[in-house]
Each structure stands twice: as C-alpha cells, then as structure tokens.
C-alpha cells in the first residue's frame, strides 16, 4: 500500500471554527490532492498541489485553503467551517509513469 | 469541462455471477486515462484497473476487465466470477493528458453480491 495517512480520522467540531486536516505520504510523489465525498456526488476536487508551495483550485474550493510547505504534506485548511463542510475528505497521491492515484483512508468530519 | 456518468446508482449480483457496470463521459480530448476504483465498507479507495485511451487493447486484471469503446465514450467495468468481497461502491474516473491531473469522478454504483 502507497503510504499516506490522514490525521485526524474523525472530528467533530461546531459552526465558525477553525479546523486543519492533515495528509502526509512517505513516496515523495510529486502531486497531492483533497477531495471530498458526500452522497449522491461521488468524490469532487477541493485544491490540489503539483509541487511545493505549487497549488490550484478544483471545483469545490469555496472556503478551503491548502499549504504544501514540504514534499510530505499537504493541509487543508477550514478557515470557519460550516454545515455544509460536513463530508469525508480523502488526500490522494500520484507521481507514477502509471498516473495512478493512491488514496488515504479518508477524514470524516462533522460540523455541528 | 470532463463529466463521467454512471447510470446505474444500485445493482446486485449472485455469487459467482458476471455483472457489468456502465460509465460513459463526455471530453473532446484524443488521449486520456479512465479508471475504476472500488471502496468498500472500510471507505478505503482501492484502483481496480485503468485504461489509456490510446491504447486500443481493453485493460484485463484477474477477474475484472473493461469493454472500452473510445467513439461511444463508454468505459464499463465487467466483474466476473462475481465474489461477496465485490460487494463496494465503484467509481468511474477521468483524468486528462498530460497526467498526474485532478481525476473526475461519476457518482458511483453500488454494487451487492447476494450468496
């Protein structure tokens, strides 16, 4: 298995906190990504990170924010969570000749 | 902007069974990768096999296997032998050249092997 780890796995926290979530990895692969899975969605893009301090919005970033201060890990960031952020959040990974991307073991996260 | 439909929300399939799962997508890209993955209970995202879109050979992994049809746009996964650890939901998944890109997923099939 790839080896990435997310932390926290689960968090419970109430409207207008701040809450980071961390991923790190241990394959020093280039690209990092956050997505989030809600039903009925499947899994939307957040932000995503093609280098150190190298970062992009995806589709879903309103009230997101990433940093990538080192190949290892990627935050994401909810700078006053809300209702609406309650999902799982999965970080992946990729830098293979494959492009396939290795997923973590997923954060659920409930905003109260 | 890439989309991946998956019409199926729910199937099942006996024991032992072949079960095929559709996904189509729309892109005016040439080349490309398409993906399966598989997420069980346990939630963990597992690649089940990929395809290139310039390769004309369908990609084949043990009992799973993919009817790739590039003008249709069509991308099905075919389970064989169908197992009760096939029991997941599945993921269709885009990812646009040059590589290493954000995948787009369809919203998933959630598949369950009856014994």
């Known amino acids: 298995d790839a080896g990435i780890t997310q932390s926290p796995r689960h968090k419970v926290t109430e409207t207008g906190t701040p809450v980071t979530l961390r991923c790190h990895q241990t394959?020093?692969?280039?690209?990092m990504y956050w997505y989030r899975q809600d039903p009925g969605h499947g899994l939307r893009l957040i932000h995503y990170s093609y280098g150190v301090k190298d970062t992009d919005k995806g589709e879903v970033s309103d009230g997101y924010s990433v940093s990538r201060s080192k190949t290892e890990d990627f935050l994401l960031t909810l700078e006053s969570a809300t209702s609406s952020q309650t999902s799982v959040y999965f970080c992946?990974?990729?830098?293979?000749?494959?492009?396939?991307?290795?997923f973590g073991p997923g954060t659920r996260l409930t905003v109260l | 902007a890439q989309t991946v439909t998956q019409s199926q929300p729910e199937m099942s399939v006996q024991e032992a069974e072949t079960v095929t799962l559709s996904c189509t997508y729309d892109t005016s890209e040439s080349n490309y990768y398409l993906f399966w993955y598989k997420q069980p209970p346990s939630r963990q995202m597992i690649l089940v096999i990929r395809q290139e879109a310039y390769k004309q050979q369908n990609a084949t992994e043990n009992r799973f296997s993919v009817n790739f049809q590039k003008a249709a746009k069509s991308f099905s996964l075919k389970i064989s032998d169908s197992q009760l650890g096939d029991t997941a939901m599945y993921f269709c998944a885009f990812m646009t050249p040059p590589g290493n890109t954000p995948l787009v997923f369809g919203k998933g099939t959630r598949l369950s092997v009856i014994a």
């Open positions: 394959e020093n692969h280039r690209y």
């Open positions: 992946a990974i990729s830098g293979g000749a494959g492009n396939e991307q290795f």
